[in-house]
Structures are given as structure tokens and as C-alpha cells.
């Protein structure tokens, strides 16, 4: 192993006990520095300069979308802070570099309200209506984890990840670990919603308590995202929707309904877990409604005599 792959693994392993940093994003860390390690002409850390890396970064222009490209960036910069830091090289190279480009504005994808009731009718009618233990189990289960996304706005990952520890139904409060190990809570206000959530971890009690995550299959084993996709696809068809829906358009969804309901953007923010207002303000582009109901209310044209 030469140089510089010895030099990003024990950055690696800094990352994982020092930084502490969750397994999603040290996977994405090695991935990015692994393309680094592999792109750049030299192996040997002094020789790595500000024209190399420019190079490496125009390659990544080519190939990637502005926030593929960013995120790469991100992490190659965060090693040669670590360089830095640990005194392995004398200069950074970025220290030296005008990195800015503009990151196109791609506004969140919302689900209409309506179909989110029509999504929920169905799986509720589904569950109504099925012949089997097995059937009634897992439909149960799909409509807490649904019930849930849109209750709270929590990404998929955090959902996934939640333990029985963290789910105080009691209460009314969800503890969720996101983005950096970031704790917060929520509290789930609507009644119906707490009454499937005891239902479900009722049913699936024992499931529960064999693998220690809150959702689980009735293999005992943790809820995967990649499930709840499946399910998401397989509800959508049964109840003719021709939107293609994903996971996080229902935290979009939580979160502009709550804008467009007059909350306050600080609440919204906190909710989510954003680390900074500035994620939190691009949904203020998407409260059409309220744009709507603002412009026809508040703009002077509706007084004009004309």
C-alpha cells in the first residue's frame, strides 16, 4: 500500500472513531476518495498540487451533475484538511484554488394532498380487505411506515434506523438520530396516526423486540429503505397513481403543507433537522398555494374600477 492510499485510510478510520461519523456517510467518503486516489496521476501526497487537482475537478465537471460534483469536492477537501491538520503536508493546495460554481435550483417534488389521501385510502382499504394473516401483517405495518413519513417529514434513513427506544407512543415523542448523528424530537399530534403506530408495534411485537428496530419485517429483520421503496411502488399502482413517488417527497410534502399552513419557517427547520435555514427556505419556491392566495388577497388590482 503506498503513500497516499495509507494516508486516506487512516483518515478513514479518523473519520469512524474520532469524528464518529454514521456508516452512510463514511461509504460515501470512501467511494469519493477511492475515485481520487484513482484519477490523479501521482501516488506520492507532496506532489499533489493546485494543478492536479484542477484537473481532477474539471474530469468530475464532465462526468457528474453540479451536486455530484460538489459533494466529491467536499470530501477531497476534507482530506487535505486532515493533512493539514495532522501536519502531513506544509500548503494545502485548495488553500490556493477559487472553487464557485453555480448549483442549479432544483425545487423539491411535493405529492398533491389529494393523492396523498388517495395513496393512504388505498392501503387502508387493502388492509380492510386481506385474506390473509400474512397480508393483513405487512399491510398493517406499510400503512405505519407511510403514516409515519408524512406525520413527521423524517427521511427514509432515519426511519429505518429508528430503534423501539425511540418511539415513545406514549408520549406522542420520536427521537430521531439524522444527519451526523444530529438528535431531535418530534411529536406526532395526529390521533389516528398514533393509533395504527400502537397497532402496529402490537402485531409486530416480537418481530420488534428480535432485531431492536421499530420497523421491522416479519422475518425479525430491520426494515430496509429499499423495502419501503417497494412498497411505495407497489401501492401507487394499486391505486392507479401516475406520479412516480419516492420516499422524500413526503417530508416535501410535510414540509410545504406546514409552510403554506403559515408555521413558522424556524419550526419547519428544526422539524426536519436542517442544519441551516438557507436548505429549509427552498420550499418558500414551492408554496405555490400560498403564493396564489397571497397574490389574490393582498395585490392592489383587486381594487381597481376598470
Known amino acids: 500500500m503506498n503513500s497516499l492510499q495509507t494516508h486516506i485510510e487512516n483518515y478513514l478510520t479518523y473519520c469512524r472513531y474520532q469524528k464518529r461519523l454514521d456508516e ?14 484513482s484519477k490523479i496521476p501521482c501516488t506520492n501526497l507532496a506532489s499533489i498540487n493546485s494543478a492536479i487537482l484542477e484537473d481532477f475537478i474539471a474530469e468530475l465537471h464532465q462526468t457528474y451533475k453540479p451536486k455530484t460534483v ?25 488553500h490556493k484554488m477559487q472553487i464557485r460554481f453555480r448549483e442549479p435550483v432544483i425545487l423539491p417534488k411535493t405529492i398533491p394532498l389529494h393523492t396523498v389521501e388517495t395513496f393512504l385510502s388505498t392501503m387502508y382499504t387493502q388492509y380492510a380487505h386481506a385474506n390473509t394473516d400474512y397480508l393483513k401483517k405487512n399491510t398493517l405495518r406499510d400503512i405505519a411506515v407511510i403514516e409515519l413519513l408524512f406525520a413527521t417529514g423524517m427521511r427514509i434513513s432515519e426511519l429505518c434506523s429508528l430503534k423501539v427506544r425511540d418511539v415513545n407512543l406514549f408520549d406522542r415523542n420520536i427521537l430521531i438520530y439524522g444527519k451526523g448523528s444530529k438528535e431531535r424530537q418530534i411529536q406526532i399530534g395526529n390521533d389516528d396516526v398514533i393509533r395504527i403506530l400502537e397497532e402496529y408495534k402490537h402485531v409486530f411485537y416480537e418481530h420488534i423486540q428480535n432485531c431492536g428496530h421499530f420497523f421491522a419485517n416479519q422475518s425479525g429483520r430491520a426494515l430496509s429503505d429499499q423495502a419501503v421503496r417497494r412498497m411505495i411502488h407497489k401501492y401507487t399502482s394499486l391505486a392507479a397513481i401516475e406520479l412516480h413517488i419516492t420516499p422524500h417527497m413526503f417530508r416535501h410534502t410535510f414540509a410545504t403543507s406546514l409552510l403554506e399552513a403559515d408555521v413558522d419557517i424556524r419550526y419547519i427547520q428544526e422539524m426536519l433537522g436542517h442544519s441551516s435555514i438557507n ?5 418558500t419556491h414551492v408554496a405555490m398555494k400560498k403564493q396564489r392566495d397571497i397574490l389574490t388577497a393582498k395585490h392592489p388590482r383587486k381594487d381597481f374600477r376598470v
Open 279 to 283: 436548505i429549509t427556505e427552498i420550499y
Open 70 to 94: 460538489k459533494r466529491k469536492i467536499a470530501s477531497v477537501k476534507a482530506l487535505f484538511h486532515y493533512f493539514e491538520y495532522r501536519e502531513l503536508i506544509e500548503r494545502n493546495p485548495f
Open 24 to 37: 452512510k456517510t463514511l461509504k460515501a467518503y470512501r467511494i469519493d476518495l477511492t475515485q481520487f486516489y
